[in-house]
C-alpha cells in the first residue's frame, strides 16, 4: 500500500540501475522515457512523477567535488607564484594539471569509469605537480640564461639530470602509497578504488609531462631572459626564521630527537582515544525512516496509522514531501514482513533550513519526539543509499547488526530481548530493536495419523486438497493478447479465515463418500513466529542499532562487554556483530596486510635510489613523523580515525618520504662536492627549504577547500583531506629540522 502525500492512493513504481552503468546516462534517458509516456503514452488524468531522482544527489556531490577542485588549483597556483616570483614558471607548473587531468580522464574512459565523488573526491593538485615542482624550482634557479640557445640547452640537460632521479623515484614512490588502497574490497574498495585509479594515472600522466614537456617550455621561458628569477619575500623571511632553527637543531641533536620521540608517543596515545568508525555517513539530503508494526496487524489497520505518522513527520518545517510503502511486494522479492512500514522523507535543499541544521540527522530529535506521542511503535532513521548498503551487509536494517544462533526460538527471543534492553543503556545507542520479532495468528490444522488410516487417506492427497482449498492450485490459463493469465482454484476468502468453515469442509474418499475435516484433523486458531529467520543452516534473532553522536568503534566494544556480561550464552548458542562494524574489522585487517608491503616496496625503491641502507632508512624515518600531524588534525576537528582516514594515512606516506627523498638527496650531493658532513647538511638543508615548502604548501593547500567544506558530498572526502592537509605541514616541517 503506498501513499505519497497526502494522497492516500497511489501506484509506486521503482526503477533500478544495472551494474556498471553510467548514472547520468541512465537517469536522462529515463527521464526522457517517462516524458513520452506522460505525453503519448498514458490515458488522460494518469501522469508518472517522479519522488526520488539521483540526478538531484549526483549534481549536488558533483558540484561540491568541482568547487572543491577548482579552489585547491586556484591556491595551488597562487603559491606557485608566491614562491617562484614568475609568472612563467608558474604556469609551466600549472600546465600539469590538466594535462595529468586528461591523462585521468582517458585512463577511466579506457576502463568504463566515470568522473563522480568516488573517483575525483580526493584528487590533489598539489601532489600531482610535485614533480614539475621540483623541476621548474631547479632549472629556473640553475641556469643562466644568458649565452647562447645551444648552451642554455644543454645546462637545461644538465640540470634537469641533477634532479631527474630523485624527482622520479619520488613520483614512484607516491603512486607505490596508493597500492594499498587498490587491495580494499567489497563496499570500501568500491568507494576508494575509482579515487586511487584516479590519482595514479594523473600522477602517471604529470610524470610523462614533467620529464617530457617541462624542460622545453622551461627552455622557451628563459631562451629571451638574462635576469634571475627574484627571491620571493617570504621565502627571504622563511630562510632568516629558519636558518637559526637550523644551527640550533644541528647544535643539539639529543634534545631534538627527544622531541621527536615524545610527539610520537603523544600521538600513539591519542590515536587509541580518536575513536573509530567505518565511513563518514555521506548527506543524501532524504531520510528513509523504517517502522515495525505488530506482527498481528493487518493492513487496513497498520493504513490508519499512516496518517497520524506522516502528520508528525511534516510537523519538521525541512521535510518537503512524504512517500509511505506498508508491507511488502506480492511477488515476493522482498524479504520483509506484511508489517513493514517505511516513509520517505524529501528534504528540502540545505539552504532553505533553519540555523545549525547541517546533516538530516540533526532532525531526528524532533522527528523522534512527535513519534514517541504513538504508542508501540518501533523505528529506524536511515538515508535510502545507505539503509540499502545496509541491509545487504547485515541483512536487516541498522548501522550495526547483533545476530544470536541457537535452536529454540523462545529462548533466541528471550535472550534477544536482553541483549536490546542491554544495550539500550550504552551511551550513544539509537533505534534498538529486535528484528522480525513477535508472533501473529495462525490457523492451525493438525492432522490425525489414526484418523488417516482409518480412513484408508493418505497424507499427501489430504495435504494437496486442504493447500489448494487455502492457497490454490494453477487450474488453467487464459490469454489476453500477447499475456497470459494463470487461473487459480481456491476457497473464497471469507472461508479461508473461519476455522469453522474449514472444519466443515468435505474430504472425498476412495469409495467416493465424504467426511468432514474435523474427523480427520484438528482446526482451530494459534500464534506462531511472525518470522523466523536463518544464516549459515542455523536460527538466529537480529538485533538492530545505529550509533549517534558516538564513535562506532568505542561504542560496539562497549556493547560487547555489557551484552556479554548480562546475556551469558548456553551450549550451542554464539552471537556475531556484523554491519558497519565488520566491514571496519575487515578493512583495517585488509589494510595491516598491505600497508607494510607498500612500505617495503617503498624501501626497496629508496635502496634502489640511493644506494644506501642508512639513506633509506633515514628517509623511512620521516614516515611515522609526517603522521603526526594526522594524528593531531583528527583530533582538532573531533573526527574518528575512518577507513577514509586511514586512506588519507596511505596518500600521506608518499608526501613524507618525498620530503625525506628531497633533503637526503641534497646533502649527499653537498658532500660530493667536497663539503664535510656538517657543512654538507647545512647548505643541502637550506637549498631545500624552498622546494620541501612548496610540495608541502601545495599538497597541503590543493585539499584545503574539501577539508573546510560542508555541503554535500564533502562528508566522504573530508577525513582525506584533514589528514593530508595536517600532515604534509608537519612532514614538511619534521624534515627540514
Keep these: ?36 509516456l506522460n505525453t503519448n503514452e498514458l490515458p488522460k488524468g494518469v501522469v508518472l512523477a517522479a519522488f526520488y531522482d539521483r540526478t538531484e544527489l549526483v549534481n549536488s556531490t558533483l558540484k561540491t567535488v568541482f568547487r572543491n577542485l577548482t579552489e585547491g588549483a586556484v591556491l595551488v597556483i ?33 576502463r568504463g569509469m566515470s568522473a563522480n565523488l568516488l573517483s575525483m573526491g580526493a584528487v590533489d593538485f598539489g601532489i600531482i605537480v610535485d614533480g614539475a615542482v621540483i623541476l621548474v624550482e631547479h632549472l629556473f634557479h640553475r641556469v643562466d640564461a644568458a649565452g647562447h640557445p645551444e648552451t642554455l640547452k644543454s645546462r637545461i640537460l644538465h640540470s634537469a639530470q641533477e634532479v631527474a632521479r630523485p624527482t622520479l623515484f619520488s613520483l614512484l614512490i607516491i603512486i607505490a602509497a596508493y597500492i594499498p588502497i587498490f587491495s580494499l574490497q567489497r563496499v570500501e574498495g568500491r568507494i576508494f578504488a575509482p579515487m586511487a585509479h584516479t590519482v595514479v594515472s594523473a600522477l602517471l600522466g604529470a610524470l610523462l609531462f614533467s620529464f617530457t614537456l617541462v624542460p622545453v617550455l622551461v627552455w622557451l621561458a628563459l631562451r629571451r631572459t638574462t635576469k634571475p628569477l627574484p627571491d620571493s619575500p617570504i621565502l627571504r623571511w622563511l630562510r632568516k626564521a629558519y636558518d637559526p632553527t637550523l644551527r640550533l637543531a644541528l647544535a643539539n641533536p639529543g634534545p631534538v630527537l627527544g622531541l621527536a620521540a615524545c610527539a610520537m608517543a603523544a600521538a600513539i596515545i591519542v590515536l587509541p582515544n580518536l575513536g573509530s568508525e567505518f565511513l563518514p555517513e555521506l548527506n543524501e539530503g532524504s531520510l528513509y525512516v523504517t517502522f515495525s508494526l505488530p506482527g498481528n496487524m493487518s493492513l487496513s489497520e497498520g493504513r490508519r496509522l499512516i496518517p497520524a505518522i506522516r502528520e508528525r513527520l511534516l510537523r519538521t518545517p525541512e521535510v518537503q ?19 513493514n512500514l517505511e516513509f520517505f522523507l524529501k528534504l528540502r535543499p540545505l539552504h532553505e533550513w533553519r540555523q545549525g541544521a547541517y546533516s538530516p540527522y540533526d532532525l531526528v530529535p524532533e ?77 492451525s490444522v493438525r492432522l490425525d495419523r489414526a484418523a488417516l488410516a482409518r480412513y484408508d487417506l493418505d497424507l499427501e492427497d489430504v495435504q494437496d486438497y486442504l493447500e489448494t482449498a487455502m492457497a490454490g492450485h494453477t487450474a488453467t490459463d487464459i490469454f489476453e493478447g500477447e499475456k497470459r493469465f494463470d487461473v487459480t482454484v481456491r476457497m473464497p476468502q471469507v472461508t479461508r479465515e473461519d476455522a469453522g468453515a474449514i472444519r466443515n469442509l468435505m474430504v472425498p474418499l476412495k469409495n ?36 549517534r553522536n558516538r564513535d562506532m568503534g568505542s561504542f560496539v566494544a562497549e556493547a ?91 596518500a600521506l606516506l608518499g608526501q613524507a618520504v618525498l620530503n625525506g627523498v628531497l633533503m637526503v638527496s641534497a646533502i649527499r650531493t653537498e658532500e660530493a662536492h667536497g663539503r664535510d658532513l656538517y657543512s654538507a647538511v647545512w647548505f643541502g638543508a637550506r637549498d631545500r627549504l624552498r622546494a620541501v615548502l612548496m610540495t608541502g604548501l601545495l599538497a597541503a593547500l590543493g585539499l584545503l577547500p574539501a577539508a573546510l567544506s560542508h555541503e554535500i558530498g564533502s562528508e566522504t572526502q573530508r577525513p582525506i583531506a584533514v589528514v593530508v592537509v595536517a600532515g604534509t605541514i608537519s612532514a614538511a616541517a619534521l624534515a627540514l629540522v
Design 1 to 36: 500500500i503506498v501513499s505519497r502525500g497526502r494522497d492516500e492512493d497511489v501506484v509506486e513504481g521503482i526503477v533500478l540501475m544495472r551494474r556498471g552503468e553510467n548514472p547520468s546516462r541512465v537517469l536522462d534517458a529515463l527521464r526522457g522515457t517517462v516524458d513520452q
Design 78 to 110: 597562487g603559491v606557485l607564484f608566491v614562491f617562484l616570483m614568475s609568472l612563467r614558471a608558474s604556469l609551466i607548473v600549472a600546465s600539469i594539471i590538466p594535462l595529468s587531468l586528461l591523462a585521468s580522464f582517458l585512463y577511466l574512459h579506457l
Design 321 to 339: 514531501d512524504v512517500l509511505s510503502q506498508l508491507g511488502r511486494p506480492e511477488d515476493g522479492t522482498d524479504p520483509t514482513l506484511p508489517n
Design 367 to 443: 522527528m523522534e519526539k512527535g513519534l514517541q506521542e504513538i504508542p508501540g511503535l518501533e523505528y529506524n532513521f536511515s538515508q535510502p543509499i545507505r539503509d540499502n548498503v545496509n541491509e545487504n551487509i547485515a541483512g536487516q536494517f541498522g548501522q550495526i547488526a547483533l545476530k544470536i544462533y541457537g535452536d529454540d526460538l523462545n529462548q533466541l527471543q528471550q535472550m534477544a530481548e536482553k541483549a536490546a534492553d542491554t544495550i539500550d543503556q550504552v551511551p550513544g545507542a539509537s533505534d534498538v530493536g529486535i528484528v522480525k520479532a513477535g508472533e501473529t495468528p495462525q490457523l
Design 512 to 547: 467416493g463418500a465424504l467426511i468432514p475435516v474435523s474427523a480427520i484433523a484438528e482446526v482451530g486458531m494459534a500464534t506462531g513466529r511472525a518470522a523466523i529467520t536463518r544464516e549459515n543452516g542455523k536460527r538466529y534473532v537480529g538485533v538492530r542499532m545505529n550509533v
Design 560 to 650: 560487547q562487554q555489557k551484552v556479554a556480561a548480562a546475556m551469558p550464552l548456553p551450549d550451542g548458542y554464539s552471537v556475531l556483530w556484523g554491519g558497519e562494524f565488520e566491514n571496519q574489522q575487515r578493512a583495517m585487517a585488509r589494510l595491516q596486510l598491505v600497508i607494510p608491503a607498500a612500505l617495503l616496496l617503498t624501501f626497496i625503491l629508496l635502496f634502489s635510489q640511493f644506494q644506501s641502507l642508512f639513506d633509506s632508512l633515514l628517509i623511512m624515518v620521516n614516515v611515522p613523523l609526517a603522521l603526526l600531524g594526522g594524528v593531531a588534525g583528527l583530533a582538532l576537528v573531533g573526527m574518528p580515525l575512518s577507513v577514509a582516514a586511514a586512506v588519507g594515512f596511505i
